[in-house]
T-cell receptor, first 111, second 116 residues
Framework: RKEVEQDPGPFNVPEGATVAFNCTYSNSASQSFFWYRQDCRKEPKLLMSVYSSGNEDGRFTAQLNRASQYISLLIRDSKLSDSATYLCVVKGKGGSYIPTFGRGTSLIVHP | DAMVIQNPRYQVTQFGKPVTLSCSQTLNHNVMYWYQQKSSQAPKLLFHYYDKDFNNEADTPDNFQSRRPNTSFCFLDIRSPGLGDAAMYLC???????????????FGPGTRLTVL
């Protein structure tokens, strides 16, 4: 089993739709969780950290489920500009600061 | 206001011809990372520096080397590029504060390497 797994997609949704991605991680000792956004041929950029209590930033909501070892990202009212790859990042395996990246989930928002 | 700068943005080299990619940062972060990313794949960590300490990933080929002459700069040397080394090379930094808790990573814009 891979350390961090994501459905690569692509997820094709119309503008205004709500879409959710999940990411599972294998090591229960993981401490920190993040969602990054990566546009085509660009670098990853931090979208949001994922806290145990869940967190929301505008149209974006991130949740952590430690019992089932997954994190989720919910995007409401999708915009064309949300089209990108969303990378799940997990840190802290065994106290390590080294992040582990998922391969990303591709989102395509169409008119 | 660029915080992590990579040069060049695009690099074309010939098979077997050494190439050096550079990364500089204005964040004064103590950790610098080099990643290789191929299309539709996750960034793959090649190595990182924690201050001056070099940490190589077990599966990083010997063909890849790195130097960090000071806090601000880090270089990736590919001694004999092969066709399979064509990829985006991403530099990232983070600050590991005392106590070992983690901080987020900041990425440079990447260098896209083409091997002819």
């Amino acid at each position: 089993r891979k350390e961090v797994e994501q459905d690569p997609g692509p997820f094709n949704v119309p503008e205004g739709a709500t879409v959710a991605f999940n990411c599972t991680y294998s090591n229960s000792a993981s401490q920190s969780f993040f969602w990054y956004r990566q546009d085509c041929r660009k670098e990853p950029k931090l979208l949001m950290s994922v806290y145990s209590s869940g967190n929301e930033d505008g149209r974006f909501t991130a949740q952590l489920n430690r019992a089932s070892q997954y994190i989720s990202l919910l995007i409401r009212d999708s915009k064309l500009s949300d089209s990108a790859t969303y990378l799940c990042v997990v840190k802290g395996k065994g106290g390590s600061y080294i992040p582990t990246f998922g391969r990303g989930t591709s989102l395509i928002v169409h008119p | 206001d660029a915080m992590v700068i990579q040069n060049p943005r695009y690099q074309v080299t010939q098979f077997g011809k050494p190439v050096t990619l550079s990364c500089s940062q204005t964040l004064n972060h103590n950790v610098m990372y080099w990643y290789q990313q191929k299309s539709s794949q996750a960034p793959k960590l090649l190595f990182h520096y924690y201050d001056k300490d070099f940490n190589n990933e077990a599966d990083t080929p010997d063909n890849f080397q790195s130097r960090r002459p000071n806090t601000s700069f880090c270089f990736l040397d590919i001694r004999s590029p092969g066709l399979g080394d064509a990829a985006m090379y991403l530099c990232a930094t983070s600050r590991i504060p005392t106590g070992g808790s983690t901080d987020t990573q900041y990425f440079g814009p990447g260098t896209r390497l083409t091997v002819l």
